[in-house]
């Protein structure tokens, strides 16, 4: 009976003893173990209640679900980047009862009538860094910001990514949260991202952008695309669940009133690519082995993201960035002569002429600076953003903004001449000014003719647009022959009579889009069609009328980069690193050079072999051409 008692005892005293040590190790593994939701593809339109519907269900259902530790926003938010139906997502996503973090898509990258600036302003940045639970968090934009073109990933964002994991030591997990999937085809520099990335510790990429679930590989890495939350084909909105454990990780589709459902996992302790390899593929500079003739006689890597094209007066080369800096570039050899940090990032391309360079900036404020040492001269305010391109004519400087105004500016003073209040949307082309108009497009499926003299609006013209993606807003227009020539995003090439306002003629026979150039002799224009080819119409006569076509072989292109043709040389550039140089009159190639593999915005040619340009991802140049041996 003793040693029954003492037995029971001391199994008490055990049991008691593992329970109290054991219970911190309990605790310790219900802490490791989380789950955080993801919403992606929201799309709120002001013109259609279904995904604002779509959002609030998904957050109400969200928070009647417990432990859900945070939500992660994996961008399009809305239908077209405006302000208004943002900060609308955001007083929806603020009824969560946990934190949210959120990141851009390209709806609100490429259709923003800020810039890009009001998501900061709105959500408080444009990415996202956090810890929880032993796992670091980082979210970035990888949207074509203003320019359709592929994604991308600034050179800034990599860099900060990168230090990031340096201070959180590089075997920290880490889970990296975009809204483009990491791969050829969706963002042009996948490759550098990959390859910054590969040394740490990731264990997953998170997005969306395809509406529908995926379960991929980013040279190697795990890659997951959630289904879009608005309703679908049964309508039934939905979002994605993630359970973290302490050696893995389980994914979810959550439909509003089911069961979650999982469909992929992954481990957090096994290792899924080399950690000191390299991407699977590189883009193709092969071509530039085909022309040796070309050179880049210099190119400066800026490590900053670039959206305008360069401006040029005497010696010296002057560039906006994504950080808001303009920088004036030696001509002759691209070296840094100065910089002038303006409040916010540049998007339009700046012009300068008697010595003073004019640009526009998301800080609402339009800049004139002297050219000598890039002191401010002057600044004129704007009520919304300045993304507008600037044209310069006899000392007057013509720039338009968000605020729906176009502004006529005497660039010694800084004046106002004149500022025409009429647009419905937002102006980033850069103006055409005539003998005496200023024409322009805007993202309100106009184009506007104003009297150059007083602003007084002259016509305007829709051409039957109805959406606002289809507006001519990003083409450069030009003009000869009494007319002024257009292309827009619904694909067609128009003609408009320079004094009516009226079409001469308008064809969808080429696939042209937001591209548009002027011969020398006003007697042609060209445009850049989706696939290959650059095509040449004359400028003469009531009906459209192609002169030649060439192939250039450049596969799919919708990047909004103008032709500029010098000395009988048509110079043209892609959305992937692309600079050709076309014999004006009959379409021959010339030459062509991959700078790299993003945007490179419309280039400036001095003369018929030099040519300036600027790329996304940080690069400005000068390309040279070896003349052509002549003809015996």
């Given at each position: 009976m003793k040693l029954n008692q003492s037995y029971f005892f001391s199994r008490s005293l055990l049991t008691l003893f593992l329970t109290v040590c054991l219970f911190p190790l309990g605790m310790q593994a219900q802490q490791d173990t989380f789950r955080f939701a993801q919403l992606t593809d929201i799309h709120l339109n002001p013109n259609n209640p279904n995904p604002t519907e779509d959002l609030l269900r998904s957050i109400a259902q969200i928070n009647a679900t417990d432990s859900i530790d945070f939500v992660l926003v994996t961008g399009d938010l809305t239908e077209e980047g405006d302000r208004t139906t943002m900060e609308k997502v955001k007083s929806c996503l603020?009824?969560?009862?946990?934190?949210?973090?959120?990141?851009?898509?390209?709806h609100e990258t490429k259709w923003s009538d800020s810039g890009c600036t009001a998501f900061g302003e709105i959500f408080g940045g444009e990415r996202f860094e956090f810890e929880h639970k032993g796992i670091l968090f980082l979210g970035f934009n990888s949207g074509p910001l203003m320019r359709m073109a592929y994604g991308h990933v600034v050179p800034q964002d990599i860099r900060w990514m990168t230090e990031e994991m340096d201070k959180a030591g590089r075997d920290k997990p880490v889970i990296l949260v975009t809204h483009y999937p990491l791969m050829e085809g969706d963002v042009d520099n996948w490759y550098e991202v990959t390859d910054a990335v590969r040394p740490y510790n990731i264990r997953l990429f998170i997005g969306g952008h395809y509406h529908a679930n995926r379960n991929l590989r980013y040279d190697g890495i795990p890659g997951i695309l959630m289904r879009s939350n608005l309703r679908d084909k049964e309508g039934k909105p939905g979002y994605g669940i993630y359970e973290v454990s302490k050696d893995s990780i389980k994914v979810y589709t959550q439909r509003i009133g089911e069961p979650a459902k999982e469909w992929a996992a992954f481990s957090l302790v096994e290792p899924y690519y080399n950690r000191n390899g390299k991407a699977d593929k590189y883009p193709d500079f092969s071509v530039n082995k085909d022309y040796p003739q070309v050179k880049e006689q210099w190119m400066v890597q800026t490590g900053v993201g670039i959206y305008c094209s360069p401006c040029v007066e005497k010696d010296k080369v002057f560039v906006g960035d994504d950080m808001g800096i303009l920088t004036a570039y030696a001509l002759k050899n691209g070296r840094k002569l100065w910089s002038f940090a303006s409040g916010k990032r540049i998007v339009g391309t700046p012009a300068a002429s008697e010595g003073i360079v004019v640009f526009g900036s998301a800080d609402r404020r339009i800049y004139g600076l002297n050219t000598k040492d890039g002191s401010l001269l002057w600044t004129a305010e704007a009520a919304e953003p300045v993304l507008g391109a600037v044209t310069i004519d006899q000392g007057t400087a013509y720039i338009g903004a968000s605020d729906g105004t176009l502004r006529a500016i005497d660039i010694r003073t800084g004046r106002v001449v004149w500022a025409y209040t009429g647009v419905k949307g937002y102006i980033e082309t850069k103006p055409l000014v005539t003998e005496d108009k200023v024409i322009f497009g805007a993202w309100d499926n106009t184009l506007y003719a104003l009297n150059k003299a007083d602003g007084k609006e002259c016509w305007r013209w829709t051409g039957g647009l109805t959406r606002m993606h289809f507006s001519p807003a990003a083409?450069?227009?030009?003009?000869?022959?009494?007319?002024?020539?257009?292309?827009?995003?619904?694909?067609?090439?128009t003609a408009i009579d320079i004094?009516?306002?009226?079409?001469?003629?308008?064809?969808?026979?080429?696939?042209?889009?937001?591209?548009?150039?002027l011969s020398e002799d006003g007697e042609r224009v060209y445009s850049k069609t989706m696939n290959d080819s650059i095509v040449c119409y004359a400028t003469r006569g009531d009906v459209p009328k192609e002169i030649w076509a060439s192939d250039?072989?450049?596969?799919?292109?919708?990047?909004?980069?103008?032709?500029?043709?010098?000395?009988?040389?048509?110079?043209?550039?892609t959305k992937e690193g692309l600079v050709f140089a076309l014999e004006a009159r009959s379409g021959k190639i010339l030459w062509k050079h991959k700078i790299g593999n993003s945007l490179i915005s419309t280039v400036v040619p001095l003369n018929g072999r030099e040519v300036l340009f600027t790329a996304t991802s940080g690069e400005v140049g000068l390309l040279r051409a070896k003349p052509a041996p002549t003809q015996r």
């Open positions: 603020d009824l969560l009862k946990t934190r949210y973090y959120v990141i851009l898509g390209n083409v450069w227009p030009v003009a000869a022959q009494g007319k002024v020539f257009i292309t827009d995003p619904q694909r067609a090439m004094q009516t306002g009226n079409t001469v003629w308008r064809t969808f026979q080429s696939m042209v889009r937001e591209t548009i150039g250039v072989g450049f596969g799919y292109e919708h990047a909004p980069s103008m032709q500029v043709e010098k000395e009988g040389v048509v110079f043209g550039s």
